[in-house]
């Protein structure tokens, strides 16, 4: 069972957090509404693991997200209620808002509206995995991956010395 299974938010959970994600990242120019995209299910139910199970950065787990949109449901102004916790909470108020920008900054659409409003030749963010999605993975096989005369060593730190340079005749500067 995925965590998305596991993690499955009430109707009225899944308008309260498109309302937060909303209210977090309003939507300008060609940029979708959080809300519009589908940053709940494809980044953040994925991204946020049942109750018990260690949380990753941002720090929640479904249990914890829950108490955040139940304390965010029961003020009808989500603006003052993201205030409030924001004071009151600050390092819930972060993890949501780690939450929203990840997933937000996730989606194709977001991409494609910086590209169309800000930087045409923006490429995407490699969150959360890095570069995962376009690399592929490591085959020893391909030399060019694992070329048949490899130059350079590792060296551990410990083992790093400084180098002379006071023999030098300056000739190489």
């Given at each position: ?10 109707d009225?959970?899944r308008?309260?957090l ?5 209210a977090?990242l309003p939507p300008e120019?060609?940029f979708?509404?959080?809300s519009?995209?589908?940053?709940i299910d494809?980044f953040?139910l994925?991204?946020v ?5 260690p949380?990753p ?5 479904f249990?914890?997200l829950?108490?955040i949109l139940?304390r ?8 003052a209620?993201?205030g409030?916790?924001?004071?009151d909470?600050p390092v819930?108020?972060?993890a949501?808002?780690a939450l929203a920008v ?5 989606r194709d659409s977001?991409t494609?509206a910086?590209q169309t ?7 995407g963010a490699p969150l959360?995995?890095g ?5 592929t ?9 694992l ?19 006071s023999?030098?005749d300056?000739?190489?500067q």
């Amino acid at each position: 069972m995925t965590d998305s299974e596991t993690n499955r938010l009430t109707d009225e959970e899944r308008r309260t957090l498109e309302s937060a994600l909303d209210a977090l990242l309003p939507p300008e120019g060609s940029f979708p509404a959080p809300s519009e995209t589908d940053m709940i299910d494809a980044f953040i139910l994925e991204q946020v693991p049942p109750a018990g199970e260690p949380p990753p950065y941002p720090g929640l787990d479904f249990d914890s997200l829950r108490e955040i949109l139940a304390r965010l449901g029961s003020n009808p102004d989500i603006t003052a209620a993201l205030g409030s916790l924001d004071r009151d909470d600050p390092v819930q108020f972060q993890a949501l808002w780690a939450l929203a920008v990840f997933g937000y900054y996730s989606r194709d659409s977001v991409t494609v509206a910086i590209q169309t409003d800000l930087a045409a030749d923006y490429h995407g963010a490699p969150l959360p995995r890095g570069y995962a999605h376009v690399v592929t993975p490591w085959d020893a096989a391909d030399s060019r991956q694992l070329p048949s005369n490899p130059s350079g060593r590792y060296i551990a730190t410990d083992e790093v010395q400084s180098v002379d340079l006071s023999k030098m005749d300056g000739s190489h500067q």
